[in-house]
């Protein structure tokens, strides 16, 4: 797709060396962070950031909207309902093949982004990839989402049954829906994270060999296998720190949107006067200030959206460039004919020959 550039270099060295790296990048590489963002973003992450603003309708609400033959007396989906879960299911796939197509374009400009950030640069933009190219890269993906596919076939019966229990009678109204369907189907949801985990893991590791050593997308899949089991220690520890991290800082995001959203209701449905006095003596007024109230806290859910994005950005950049230093220091260099550097053949990526770090 691109002649090697001068720059598009990575140094091999220890696992904290990587990650310290990639770290730097994702903090100090502005544009890297947007693009980053969008990916994120277009994969689900718009999904988990609206969460905690979403206001779940209750049994009475979803009968209104549905009907009162989506669910039986005995607690089965009807057909009407199966044919409607149908529909979402078609709709989810093609915005899935959508979001991984697209998402391959930002994971090309985020690798070759963190691979110039080792040298000086490149100067201008970065071109747009073959769609063979983008292809191959949405095929990893998509494969790699079959096991995910699989398990949520398997959990969606105990999610179902644990959600449907929850909305006719409720263990605990003091805890919210979800936190209640996740304690109640532990399991499944266990399984589901698990299996996400490691596809992702596989994934993440495929699009960097296929983009850095070719080969098509079976033998990249493979690959990223057999380099896990190779590298167990080294690729585990950094896909556990690189998402361990990401999910704290996201996690403390949720919750300030949460409790700014938390804010607006109370200050929108306060029935009680905010009465403050303003003035002095017989120049003195009283004035309702939950217009105020409800106007500052709308301004805090704003900053809490504000630095929920910043922080996904910034932690997608660096989970993104993390997966990258795994994988090139993981790849074995050949001899490249010109210049002292090895030359990767999925895009002409080069990197520089060095020491290896060991697990």
């Known amino acids: 797709m691109t002649e090697p550039a001068e720059g598009l270099v990575t140094r091999r060295s220890g696992r904290a060396g990587r990650l310290a790296r990639a770290l730097t990048f994702g903090l100090t590489h502005g544009e890297a962070s ?3 963002l969008a990916g994120f973003l277009l994969r689900g992450g718009i999904v988990l950031l609206a969460l905690p603003s979403v206001v779940l309708p209750s049994v009475i609400g979803i009968a209104g909207v549905t009907g009162v033959d989506a669910i039986s007396i005995a607690g089965q989906p009807t057909p009407w309902l199966i044919e409607l879960i149908a529909l979402a299911i078609v ?3 093609v915005w899935l093949a959508a979001a991984s197509l697209v998402g391959s374009l930002t994971d090309i400009w985020l690798i070759q982004m963190t691979l110039d950030s080792g040298g000086d640069g490149r100067q201008g933009g970065i071109p747009l990839p073959k769609m063979p190219l983008l292809l191959r890269l949405a095929a990893i993906r998509m494969i790699c989402l079959v096991p995910l596919a699989i398990a949520l076939s398997w959990a969606a019966t105990r999610i179902f049954n644990a959600t ?10 003091a805890s919210p829906l979800p936190l209640r369907v996740v304690l109640a189907a532990g399991d499944a949801v266990a399984v589901v994270t698990v299996v996400w985990l490691a596809s992702e893991t ?6 960097r060999r296929e983009l850095l050593a070719g080969g098509g997308v079976w033998r990249s899949v493979l690959g990223a296998a057999g380099q896990m089991v190779r590298r167990p220690i080294s690729t585990l520890l950094t896909a556990a720190i690189s998402h361990a991290t990401s999910a ?5 995001a949720l919750v300030g949107i949460s409790t700014a959203f938390n804010w607006c209701r109370i200050a929108a449905r306060n029935p009680v006067p905010i009465a403050i006095k303003l003035g002095i003596g017989d120049f003195s007024t009283t004035r309702d200030f939950r217009p105020v109230a409800f106007a500052l806290a709308t301004v805090a859910i704003a900053v809490a959206w504000f630095a929920a994005l910043a922080i996904a ?6 989970r993104s460039a993390a997966f990258t230093n795994e994988v090139a220091d993981a790849l074995p260099a050949t001899s490249s004919r010109a210049g002292g550097a090895t030359e990767r053949s999925g895009l002409g990526l080069s990197v520089a020959p060095g020491e290896r770090s060991g697990d």
Do not use: H
Request: glycine content about 6%; hydrophobic content about 65%; overall charge negative.
């Open 202 to 207: 596989i994934a993440a590791i495929a699009v």
């Open 313 to 318: 950005a910034v932690t997608s950049a660096w």
């Open 164 to 173: 449907y229990d929850e909305l006719t009678t409720p263990s605990n109204l």
């Open 34 to 36: 947007a693009v980053a």
């Open 91 to 93: 709709g989810a796939v």
């Open 248 to 252: 704290v800082a996201i996690g403390l």
